[in-house]
């Protein structure tokens, strides 16, 4: 028999029939809510659901995840109930071109939700990572630390977006960094959040998600007749800063992230002048 999910009192279970209670209501996004013990994947098994034609609004969290994957193919995993671990299912009918404002739309949800209720200061960096800092921080404190991340992937007329975030973790439970990292992973417990009950954290993300899903898709996917695009930038730590962005074919591109164009891509003023990123892993440079 295996341990009990209650032995470890400061990390309890998510209780799925109080979560489906509060999060399926009539004319509300979400259909679904299940939560699981343990899975390899929440966005492997929401994907099949898909492909097995269910309907918009699936909610998948796993307590554990053993084969977690974030963006770029790097790893996702956390001790067992220490984080948010959730998968969902949209079928967006807009333009194929707008579909990268998805995840960009997941990290504002994150950070809009995290900043209410665990009550630290967070912002988004480009595309969708949550980093997170004290909410007063002191003197000689570090600045942010990357708390959760965004994987978006595209099935034939769905879209399956997961979310990792992390809630309790110890120091000593956190991977090390990626080399060159500028954001070490962190916790929302290591940044003294006000609130790591993961129930309204769940809670918060999901109807800020379905909130921002909702306006984006009334506009036809429109970021900035729905008002996502000025959330974007005015949550985006990226904007203003020294980036160096490492292009998937190796190419690094170098300069000021100056902005979001209407595509979600980053724009990048460089000494050659400016440039589109649509997809790249960034570096801020100190």
């Not at 992973?185 to 899903?213: E, H, I, K, M, N």
Request: aromatic share 4%; charged share 20%; proline share 9%.
């Amino acid at each position: 028999m295996g341990a009990s999910p209650y032995a470890d009192l400061s990390r309890p279970p998510l209780r799925e029939r109080d979560l489906r209670r509060a999060l399926v209501v009539p004319g509300g996004l979400w259909t679904d809510v299940r939560v699981v013990a343990e899975t390899a994947s929440t966005n492997t098994d929401v994907a099949a659901a898909a492909r097995d034609g269910a309907p918009e609004g699936l909610v998948l969290v796993a307590e554990s995840q053993t084969a977690g994957r974030g963006r770029l193919g790097r790893g996702w995993s956390a001790p067992p109930r220490a984080g948010i671990t959730v998968s969902v299912l949209l079928r967006p009918d807009v333009a194929p071109r707008r579909l990268g404002w998805l995840p960009l739309l997941a990290g504002v949800s994150l950070v809009e939700a995290v900043g209410r209720i665990a009550v630290v200061d967070a912002a988004v960096k480009w595309p969708n990572d949550l980093v997170v800092r004290p909410p007063r921080p002191g003197p000689g404190e570090a600045g942010y630390g990357k708390c959760a991340g965004v994987l978006a992937e595209g099935l034939t007329g769905a879209v399956v977006l997961g979310i990792g975030l992390n809630v309790s973790q110890r120091a000593d439970e956190l991977p090390a960094p990626p080399a060159g990292a500028t954001f070490p992973p962190t916790s929302l417990a290591l940044v003294d959040a006000a609130g790591t009950d993961r129930d309204p954290l769940l809670r918060a993300l999901l109807r800020q998600l379905a909130d921002w899903y909702g306006r984006w898709r009334a506009t036809g996917g429109d970021a900035d007749a729905c008002g996502l695009r000025t959330a974007y930038r005015d949550n985006c730590v990226t904007l203003g800063s020294d980036v160096a962005v490492s292009l998937p074919d190796g190419e690094v591109v170098r300069g000021v992230g100056s902005d979001v164009d209407p595509d979600g891509r980053l724009l990048v003023t460089t000494p050659d002048g400016p440039r589109a990123v649509a997809a790249g892993d960034v570096n801020h440079v100190r």
